[in-house]
């Protein structure tokens, strides 16, 4: 046995030493974002020819960098609203896409209910999906009557693409999907469950849509070859960001067309790989990355497939693999999993709405504490904060940007069930994730803002459209739709509002009159919903200061129908002076209070998070400082316009150290709590209680 036991152990020392060794993580490559185009890819022929598409377009209405030719001459010509108007497919391109934004639209109300707590009963799941089955047959019978009835009028190819859309949707009528990564997790319940398929359904009524476009959807680093022997360009695969492609397209300059190829077979999806015309009609494809998933800090996002070379046959149709290695299905998409993905947030026990509603209710006065959601969203969101939407019971959370989250998703925190919610997969921005001032402007490939490098308190809940604004970008600000859980818009910012370090500087507030929000100029907006534009207020009065980075922030007082300001100069070396400027926002007068020890209010080392709390009329200040051997909050009385701290333990979400710059902050009136989440996204509720909170005035 002895002996035996040993030559199992040499085999497997051997075994490993021969073992490919996994290829390791990397982060890209930052672009210069002063381009207008990034991430795009262009190719020219030998003829005087060319072909750009792909990519990032930072200035236009959607993100997309569209198809654009080059001619003899040398000029760049757009050729997108061109390709829209002959294009003979578009009408059932348009019905699929849109019952597509349907299936989201469902999968994000039921989401949102079953993490609320208001679904628990299953008994209309069998209904929901069969009501699906029968709308996917419906479109299937529809499309083919478009087929039919304009089939005398459209090419062979079109005809052909169409015949497949309909074979599709009536698979997915049938509960077939196309190859989807990730998988739904195998132990959801009956509602987790439908949700899961109606994200897979919006997939691949998605990649059911694309081969009746007359372009490739968009996606970054997706090279382009010519090649001389069909005259045909040829691009495969590439990055959305939020998910990795493996379709083959080919373009032919000729004809100004693109179409879609179905190869019985194509490599992994993958971006940023080479493509090489080999002069005999055959392109070899090498290298591209795949998603890695990882969670650890500032980690490579990105590993290589290290599979070899792939030989497309453009006549024939084939992709090959020189090491035999076999293909996959074509129109395949590789999406981030775990805590990147929202199925993951479905898992687990059901919420339970009654029993987090006693434990909230039964918080001990003064004393912080960790709700421990069963699943944290991940990467950490530092530098920014959070925001309460009373009328949906949620906290929102658009944070991170240097050395952390990069995304684009607003995540929901469910008050009543102590569940986060995740909207949509990850998408992350390439080589400028963990950047600190380089993130892309615009919209990204799904009409929606990358995060800045901070986003501080550059967003606000508007209680009159009942939508979260974010400012953060220099010229635009987007709106949030928590009822979507999706981006809806954008509108262009007033002059005041728009400057380079803005997301640093611009902080809002919710009050009884809608959104405000403070410059680093000492202006005000507030944002008219009538018009959907920010108007400047007027101010008289003493001058009110600017906004500083890092150090200040404005709390609205209901009781008194005013704003109240904080702020110290930038950097650590610098005091704060005690000082609070005010705004009464009847007469839009600015003043300062008349604070009875403003000089020991200097102990203050963090002004950004400080929120009102109208059951105890004080403003709490998100610090924890450290007097003598005792932890001590401060806390500014606004009844005796007094400073002083408070004896405040538990679970504090302000650190060791007393000062965490990733704390959002917020005021729940409904149940007269504090909610604060930190940079890991774990979550903590306090109840004050001013007759027990031993307050002293700071000295």
């Not at 990397?26 to 974002?33: A, D, E, F, K, N």
């Not at 009524?205 to 490739?216: G, I, K, R």
């Not at 190829?261 to 005999?280: E, Y």
């Not at 509002?497 to 611009?506: A, H, I, K, R």
Request: hydrophobic content about 35%.
């Amino acid at each position: 046995m002895k002996t035996k036991a040993s030559f199992s152990l040499v085999v497997l020392a051997f075994a490993v030493s021969i073992a490919p060794a996994q290829p390791k993580s990397y982060r890209l490559p930052s672009v210069s974002i002063k381009e207008r185009i990034i991430w795009g890819a262009t190719c020219e022929a030998p003829d005087g020819g060319g072909l750009s598409f792909g990519g990032q377009d930072q200035e236009s209405d959607d993100g997309v960098a569209h198809t654009k030719v080059k001619v003899d001459g040398g000029e760049w010509f757009e050729l997108h609203d061109f390709l829209w108007l002959k294009h003979t497919l578009a009408p059932s391109h348009r019905l699929i896409v849109e019952l597509a934004g349907e299936a989201r639209g469902e999968m994000a109300a039921l989401r949102a209910a079953y993490l609320d707590g208001r679904l628990t009963d299953d008994t209309g799941v069998a209904a929901a999906r069969q009501r699906w089955r029968k709308t996917l047959n419906s479109l299937a019978t529809a499309t083919q009557g478009h087929l039919d009835r304009q089939a005398e009028l459209w090419r062979e190819e079109d005809k052909a693409q169409l015949g497949r859309v309909i074979a599709r949707l009536k698979e997915l009528a049938a509960g077939t999907f196309p190859p989807h990564e990730p998988a739904a997790p195998k132990d959801l319940g009956a509602i987790p469950a439908l949700i899961a398929e109606l994200h897979r359904i919006q997939t691949a009524l998605e990649q059911a849509a694309e081969p009746l476009s007359p372009e490739p959807p968009a996606r970054a680093l997706s090279p382009i070859v010519y090649d001389a022997k069909t005259k045909l360009y040829v691009l495969f695969g590439g990055d959305h960001c939020d998910y990795l492609t493996n379709d083959t397209w080919v373009f032919d300059p000729a004809a100004q067309r693109w179409t879609l190829r179905h190869p019985a077979a194509a490599p992994p999806a993958r971006a940023n790989h080479k493509l090489t015309a080999n002069g005999d009609g055959t392109v070899t494809l090498t290298g591209g990355y795949t998603y890695t998933s990882s969670t650890g800090y500032t980690s490579g996002q990105y590993r290589d497939h290290g599979d070899g070379e792939w030989v497309y046959d453009i006549a024939a149709n084939t992709w090959t693999s020189a090491a035999k290695t076999p293909g996959v299905a074509p129109l395949s998409r590789t999406y981030r999993t775990g805590p990147l993905h929202p199925d993951s947030f479905l898992t687990g026990p059901a919420p339970d709405r009654k029993a987090n509603e006693e434990k909230l209710r039964t918080v001990p006065v003064n004393t912080w504490v960790s709700m421990k959601p069963p699943q944290l969203p991940e990467l950490n969101r530092d530098w920014g904060s959070a925001v309460l939407d009373p009328d949906r019971d949620l906290m929102l959370r658009f944070s991170g940007g240097h050395s952390a989250h990069g995304g684009s998703d607003v995540l929901h925190y469910h008050a009543a069930t102590n569940r986060w919610e995740l909207p949509f997969p990850v998408e992350f921005p390439l080589g400028q994730l963990y950047d600190n001032t380089e993130y892309p402007r615009g919209f990204n490939f799904n009409r929606r803002p990358w995060v800045t490098g901070h986003t501080y308190q550059s967003y606000g809940y508007e209680p009159v459209t009942k939508t979260m604004l974010f400012s953060g970008e220099t010229k635009h600000t987007y709106t949030w739709d928590p009822d979507l859980a999706e981006w809806t818009g954008r509108l262009v910012k007033p002059k005041g509002m728009n400057y380079g370090s803005c997301f640093y500087t611009l902080t809002h507030v919710t009050t009884k009159h809608g959104l405000i929000c403070w410059t680093q100029e000492g202006k005000l907006f507030k944002f008219d919903h009538d018009h959907r534009e920010w108007s400047e207020l007027t101010l008289t009065g003493v001058k009110l200061p600017g906004a500083v980075v890092d150090n200040s922030t404005l709390a609205y007082d209901s009781k008194r129908d005013r704003l109240n300001f904080f702020r110290k100069p930038y950097g650590d070396k610098t005091k704060y002076d005690g000082v609070i400027h005010t705004v009464d926002m009847t007469t839009m007068t600015v003043s300062t209070l008349p604070v009875v020890n403003p000089q020991p209010a200097s102990a203050v080392n963090y002004l950004c998070q400080i929120r009102y709390d109208e059951a105890n009329d004080v403003l709490l200040v998100g610090n924890t400082l450290t007097i003598g051997e005792e932890k001590r909050t401060p806390v500014y009385d606004l009844a005796k316009n007094e400073w002083q701290t408070w004896k405040i333990t538990g679970d504090d979400p302000n650190g060791k150290s007393g000062r965490n710059v990733s704390l959002g902050l917020m005021y729940d009136a409904k149940r007269k709590l504090f909610w604060a989440v930190d940079t890991k996204s774990n979550v903590f509720a306090l109840r004050l209680k001013r007759e027990e909170a031993d307050a002293q005035a700071m000295k």
